[in-house]
C-alpha cells in the first residue's frame, strides 16, 4: 500500500475548513458503521424484534447489508409504506436519543446496549474497545461528524457526486448553522410533522448511502 506524506499545511488547511485533517477519517468512520451488526446498532433485543417483524432479517448482520435489503424490497415495492417509516424511524431511534442527550445535558437519557459475551479465544484490541463501547446507535465520530461532511465522504467512498446534490437539494433545508451534526440533523428531521416527509429524508441519510457503499464486510479491514 502506497503511504502518502501531506504536508501540515494541507492538513491545517483541511481542519480550518472543518474537514478531517486526514481525507480517509471520515469513509473509515463510515465503514465501520457499515460494518457494525444491526442487532449491536439498534441495542435492544426487543427493540431488534420489533425491527425484524418489519423486515425479517436476521441479528447477525451487518448494518449495511440490512440498508441493502430495505433499499431493495423498497425497489421491488415488497416494503409498503407504513412499513417502511416504520423501518426507518426504528434506525433514527438510537441517533435521536443521542442527540436529545446532549441537548439536554442528560447522559441517562443514552441508548445503552447490553454488553456482550465473546465466545473467541483471542480477540484484537480493537474488538475489545468496542465491545467494551456500551452505547447502541453509531459510531461515536459518526453521529458527531458534520452532515455535508458525511455526505461528503458518501460520495467518495461510492464515486458518485449525486448524494452532494441529495444533501444541497434536500438535506440541507433543515441543517442550521449551530446544529449541524449528523446526530442533530436526524434529531431535527425526526420532529417533522409531515411522515411522508421525514420517512423520505430518513432514508435518504440512514439507509440509501449505506445501501451503495462498496461491499465493506469484503475489505477485512
Known amino acids: 500500500m ?3 506524506q501531506i504536508p501540515l499545511s494541507e492538513l491545517l488547511n483541511n481542519l480550518q475548513r472543518n474537514q478531517a485533517a ?5 469513509t473509515a468512520v463510515i465503514r465501520s458503521m457499515a460494518r457494525m451488526p444491526i442487532a449491536r ?11 425484524q417483524m418489519i423486515m425479517g432479517i436476521r441479528e447477525d448482520l451487518s448494518y449495511q447489508v440490512t440498508a441493502c435489503e430495505i433499499a431493495d424490497q423498497v425497489r421491488r415495492k415488497v416494503l409498503t409504506p407504513e412499513k417502511l417509516t416504520e423501518a426507518v424511524n426504528i434506525l433514527a431511534a438510537p441517533v435521536a436519543r443521542i442527540d436529545e442527550a446532549y441537548h439536554r445535558k442528560d447522559f441517562a437519557l443514552l441508548p445503552h446496549r447490553k454488553r456482550e459475551r465473546s465466545t473467541k479465544a483471542q480477540e484484537s484490541l480493537a474488538s475489545r474497545l468496542d465491545r467494551a463501547c456500551m452505547l447502541a446507535g ?18 467518495r467512498l461510492t464515486g458518485n457526486w ?5 444533501f444541497y437539494d434536500s438535506i440541507s433545508l433543515y441543517v442550521s448553522e449551530n446544529r449541524d451534526l449528523f446526530r442533530q440533523t436526524i434529531h431535527e428531521i425526526t420532529v417533522l410533522n409531515s411522515s411522508d416527509e421525514r420517512t423520505d ?17 469484503s475489505e477485512g479491514i
Do not use: N, Q, W
Open 22 to 26: 486526514h481525507p480517509e477519517f471520515d
Open 162 to 166: 449525486r448524494y452532494l446534490s441529495v
Open 41 to 51: 446498532y439498534l441495542g435492544d433485543y426487543y427493540t431488534f424484534c420489533d425491527f
Open 2 to 4: 502506497e503511504i502518502k
Open 201 to 217: 429524508l430518513l432514508y435518504k441519510i440512514l439507509v440509501e448511502p449505506f445501501a451503495a457503499l462498496p461491499d465493506v464486510e
Open 138 to 155: 453509531p459510531p461515536y465520530h459518526l453521529h458527531r461528524m458534520p452532515i455535508d461532511r458525511f455526505f461528503r465522504a458518501v460520495s
